[in-house]
């Protein structure tokens, strides 16, 4: 129920639902990075936040009613709920700040009460894993290929698709959204379409190593340039929480059985298709691109994360980007032989007494 009151100058003060429609609203057609409209998922992200959790806690409530405590109470339930992460928690009080920080520059509350460190939950930074070895990248798509075998339909899919975030860095939406028309292997790219910003709108050279991925996976399929490279069998998108759970970690399990029947330790824990995407970077450093093409192939605006990649993987001396070339350019026998006579570098295990 709307509750307005009088300010000095005449005015009504709003509810915050009507506040917040009006600040979302505006992040709709000016939000942004260009200044120029949220992308879709960056406003399905903002839905979230205010749908599902801010306007059932604050909807009723005028914007100057909103007190430090009212916003420290909503956290606390929050946290008892346990339905989010501290992160996540964050990230909507975060969203309130925001709206109520627009209602103090238009002088219509004094201060902003949800603003400072000490209405945020702590929270650690969670741990990036990505995949930095040869056999555990190719030991991940073999285990792809198993779930494909075991599958009754949209034979190769599996395999194909985690080779796309692999050897490609595609977002795992990115991915999902690709139509067979934006994959040219006569001309060795993709053409990323459903990017988040300007930037990630992009094209891709493909890797030799994904040419045969894709190449293989076309031929086992009646496909038309309109159909979704990695499209469900009634040829709707896939959710990316179904890839999360029926395709990267049953990948994971079959990996890290195969892994640990050659005595060889398994794949990092916490792996999502974000991380096969940090792989991909990681890949082109192997492979002595520099920073400004990783970024362009990556479609990212931030050289942070690049260049801590770059320093990693540039910092090795271990012999895996030599590993690691001969997996992108396609010389699988040359990466056996190498694994083979270095069982050190291929993460094999020593036994008791064993020199």
Same mark, same amino acid.
């Given at each position: 129920?709307?509750?307005?009151?009088?300010?000095?100058?005449?005015?009504?003060?709003?509810?915050?639902?009507?506040?917040?429609?009006?600040?979302?609203?505006?992040?709709?057609?000016?939000?942004?990075?260009?200044?120029?409209?949220?992308?879709?998922?960056?406003?399905?992200?903002?839905?979230?936040?205010?749908?599902?959790?801010?306007?059932?806690?604050?909807?009723?409530?005028?914007?100057?009613?909103?007190?430090?405590?009212?916003?420290?109470?909503?956290?606390?339930?929050?946290?008892?709920?346990?339905?989010?992460?501290?992160?996540?928690?964050?990230?909507?009080?975060?969203?309130?700040?925001?709206?109520?920080?627009?209602?103090?520059?238009?002088?219509?509350?004094?201060?902003?009460?949800?603003?400072?460190?000490?209405?945020?939950?702590?929270?650690?930074?969670?741990?990036?894993?990505?995949?930095?070895?040869?056999?555990?990248?190719?030991?991940?798509?073999?285990?792809?290929? $198993? %779930?494909?075998? @075991?599958?009754?339909?949209?034979?190769? !899919? /599996?395999?194909?698709?985690?080779?796309? =975030?692999? &050897? #490609?860095?595609?977002?795992?939406?990115?991915?999902?959204?690709?139509?067979?028309?934006?994959?040219?292997?006569?001309?060795?790219?993709?053409?990323?379409?459903?990017?988040?910003?300007?930037?990630?709108?992009?094209?891709?050279?493909?890797?030799? $190593? %994904?040419?045969? @991925?894709?190449?293989?996976?076309?031929? !086992? /399929?009646?496909?038309?340039?309109?159909? =979704?490279? &990695? #499209?469900?069998?009634?040829?709707?998108?896939?959710?990316?929480?179904?890839?999360?759970?029926?395709?990267?970690?049953?990948?994971?399990?079959?990996?890290?059985?195969a892994l640990e029947q050659d005595g060889i330790d398994p794949l990092?824990?916490?792996?999502?298709?974000?991380?096969?995407?940090?792989?991909?970077?990681?890949?082109?450093?192997?492979?002595?691109?520099?920073?400004?093409?990783?970024?362009?192939?990556?479609?990212?605006?931030?050289?942070?994360?690049?260049?801590?990649?770059?320093?990693?993987?540039?910092?090795?001396?271990?012999?895996?980007?030599?590993?690691?070339?001969?997996?992108?350019?396609?010389?699988?026998?040359?990466?056996?032989?190498?694994?083979?006579?270095?069982?050190?570098?291929?993460?094999?295990?020593?036994?008791?007494?064993?020199?």
């Amino acid at each position: 129920m709307s509750t307005h009151g009088p300010v000095e100058d005449g005015r009504e003060i709003p509810t915050f639902e009507e506040f917040a429609a009006q600040w979302f609203e505006r992040q709709t057609v000016e939000g942004g990075r260009a200044g120029t409209g949220l992308a879709a998922k960056s406003r399905e992200d903002l839905e979230w936040r205010l749908a599902g959790h801010l306007l059932p806690a604050f909807a009723s409530r005028r914007v100057d009613e909103i007190s430090i405590r009212d916003v420290d109470g909503y956290r606390l339930g929050k946290v008892r709920e346990g339905e989010l992460a501290p992160s996540s928690i964050n990230k909507t009080i975060a969203t309130l700040a925001s709206i109520l920080e627009v209602a103090v520059e238009y002088e219509i509350i004094g201060r902003n009460p949800a603003h400072g460190r000490r209405r945020r939950l702590r929270s650690s930074t969670p741990k990036r894993s990505w995949l930095d070895r040869a056999d555990h990248i190719a030991a991940l798509l073999d285990g792809a290929g $198993v %779930l494909d075998q @075991e599958a009754r339909a949209a034979c190769g !899919q /599996r395999r194909a698709l985690l080779a796309t =975030l692999v &050897f #490609g860095g595609l977002r795992v939406g990115e991915a999902l959204a690709l139509r067979w028309r934006d994959v040219d292997l006569e001309r060795d790219t993709i053409l990323v379409r459903a990017a988040k910003t300007d930037a990630g709108m992009r094209g891709v050279n493909v890797l030799p $190593v %994904l040419h045969e @991925e894709l190449a293989s996976y076309r031929d !086992q /399929r009646t496909i038309s340039d309109d159909d =979704l490279t &990695f #499209g469900t069998g009634t040829g709707r998108p896939h959710g990316a929480s179904n890839v999360r759970r029926r395709v990267l970690a049953k990948a994971v399990e079959r990996a890290d059985a195969a892994l640990e029947q050659d005595g060889i330790d398994p794949l990092p824990t916490g792996l999502t298709p974000h991380a096969l995407r940090r792989t991909f970077a990681s890949l082109l450093f192997a492979m002595g691109e520099t920073p400004p093409y990783v970024m362009a192939q990556m479609g990212h605006t931030s050289a942070n994360l690049t260049l801590s990649l770059y320093a990693r993987q540039m910092d090795r001396r271990d012999g895996e980007p030599e590993r690691l070339r001969a997996l992108v350019e396609g010389r699988a026998g040359e990466l056996a032989a190498s694994v083979a006579h270095d069982p050190i570098a291929s993460g094999h295990r020593t036994r008791p007494g064993d020199d």
